[in-house]
């Protein structure tokens, strides 16, 4: 007879428990997902649940002990489950107290491509009334450093932002210099094509660790298409940049970006083997915005959000694919929504914000001073839609610019938690909010969901990724990588 009882024996035998707060709704066929504010999830079948919620679940259930573990259920009358999930939420939003931490400076409007889906409405190469003046830099340097947050990351765009390098060099020697006594942890990027990248760029950027960011949408000649310029060797320009700067700066100083066109739908594999061969670590799978160039040109219209669907979920699969088969490759959409479902932390992109992002995650300096609560707003802008213009660097305080109606009204109702439907809906963890989105294609900051290629992109997502973790036990270790390195 053994001196030692069997675990069980130690196990309350009373059913008695009491149900923490979470959401629910049907995953597929007969499975539902339930989450908790924390983004803990559970996938139960729908009998499991109605025991769940009926208060009749027995603690021998396979389910029990994952949502006891996952805070969905605590033992009657118990606070410790409360406290911890509490301490799981308040770790999740910490970061909206840094404030601002991404300072993005328009430093040119000017171009030498002529993309079809540009954002940002740029102007011909020559026009240098679309630079912005030393004067504007250094007052926008001053409100950058009056933001509380500890990290500051000053981003450099366009337009081409080589074509104005002799701002970027005077921004980066007097923020290098106010550092010196503010010591905030200071970082430099610079978003370019790589056409212009020359050694004097090489050079610049080698003395004071600047990244550089750029666009690759594919092989060369879906790239090309999608980038059109003079030669037609955007991908040539592209590819040989990207060998430079490695060499010059190191491996890991230039990521690249892609968006997708209607050119590329039918090439997910296509693409992400591109990536894969220019030796990237992963891939954005990104879907076209509604703005600038791509509505002027009715290129947006022409996009089918099914069909964006479709695409991304053949490319996720085939990067699923490639890991399993023991190559290391990530899809970075996914891998910053897997950060919020699998761990207690927050990726910090600004569209999986509730709050949004605009102006807490980021702000924009136009050329001409105007500030913006993000890129998107300033892109509206650009089309005629001043809506989200927060203030001007020469004529604003920064308690004027952080403080106005233009900003705090989009941000007080973009709360997902108390926004119409997305209040009750069981993704609103893992989701955020995009008002200047909804503002463009709606005319409404708070959007109707059911219209919302914001809302049903991301649902879709979501669902995706779940789907995916619950089928196969070697995907779901996949995208746990994935989530603590996002």
């Known amino acids: 007879m053994s001196k030692f009882r069997d675990l069980a024996a130690f196990q309350p035998t009373s059913t ?9 709704t049907r995953l ?14 559970a996938v139960l079948d729908r009998a499991t649940l109605d025991r769940f919620g009926k208060g009749t679940l027995s603690r021998r259930d396979a389910a029990f002990g994952e949502l006891k573990g996952k805070h969905f259920l605590a033992d009657a009358g118990s606070r410790v489950a409360m406290d911890l999930l509490a301490l799981k939420l308040r770790t999740k939003l910490a970061p909206l107290a840094n404030f601002t931490g991404l300072h993005i400076f328009v430093t040119t409007l000017r171009c030498d491509h002529s993309c079809p889906y540009c954002q940002v409405s740029r102007a011909n190469d020559d026009r240098r009334e679309f ?35 002799p701002l970027i060099r005077m921004i980066v020697a007097e923020a290098l210099r106010r550092n010196q006594t503010e010591q905030r942890d200071l970082q430099f990027v610079i978003a370019t094509n790589l056409a212009l990248l020359d050694d004097e760029a090489l050079a610049f950027a080698g003395e004071h660790d600047i990244l550089l960011s750029t666009s690759l949408d594919g092989p060369a000649d879906l790239h090309n298409r999608n980038r059109p310029r003079p030669g037609n060797d955007s991908y040539e320009r592209t590819i040989s940049g990207i060998a430079r700067a490695r060499m010059h700066l190191g491996k890991d100083s230039v990521g690249a970006l892609m968006t997708t066109t209607m050119a590329s739908l039918s090439r997910a594999r296509d693409i ?5 061969a220019q ?22 219209q022409a996009y089918d959000q099914s069909k964006w669907l479709d695409f991304y979920f053949e490319g996720l699969d085939y990067i699923i694919e490639l890991n399993l088969g023991g190559f290391a490759f990530q ?19 600004v569209d999986l914000i509730s709050p949004s992002g605009a102006g807490i995650g980021a702000v924009v300096y136009n050329y001409d001073g105007d500030v913006y609560a993000s890129d998107e707003s300033r892109m509206l802008a650009e089309m005629g839609d001043k809506s989200f213009r927060i203030g001007n660097v020469h004529a604003d305080s920064y308690e004027e610019i952080f403080t106005s109606e233009a900003l705090l009204g989009p941000l007080e109702a973009s709360f997902a938690a108390s926004a119409p439907m997305c209040s009750w ?25 059911p219209l919302s290629a914001f ?32």
Not at 28 to 41: C, I, M, P, S
Not at 434 to 444: E, K, L, N, R, S
Request: charged share 25%.
């Open 279 to 300: 030796d990237f670590g992963g891939i954005f799978l990104r879907p076209l915005s509604p703005y600038g160039f791509a509505i002027k040109t009715k290129f947006y």
């Open 455 to 486: 809302c049903n992109r991301n649902m879709a997502i979501f669902r995706g990724l779940i789907e995916r973790m619950t089928d196969n036990p070697k995907v779901r270790e996949i995208f746990e990588r994935w989530a603590y390195s996002a």
């Open 131 to 165: 630079d912005m003046t030393d004067a504007t830099a250094m007052k926008a340097i001053d409100l950058a450093f009056r933001s509380p947050s500890p990290a500051l990351k000053f981003e450099f765009q366009g337009g081409e932002s080589l074509l104005n390098l």
């Open 16 to 24: 008695d428990y009491q149900l923490l707060p979470f959401r629910f």
């Open 425 to 449: 809906c069981a993704f609103e963890p893992y989701c955020g909010a995009d008002p200047v989105f909804h503002h463009a294609t709606q005319g409404d900051v708070v959007g109707k969901k």
């Open 331 to 349: 899809e970075f959409y996914a891998a910053m929504i897997l950060r919020k479902m699998l761990t207690p932390f927050q990726p910090g992109y």
């Open 272 to 276: 992400v083997d591109e990536y894969v």
């Open 28 to 41: 597929r066929g007969n499975d539902y997902v339930l989450t908790n504010a924390a983004g803990e999830f």
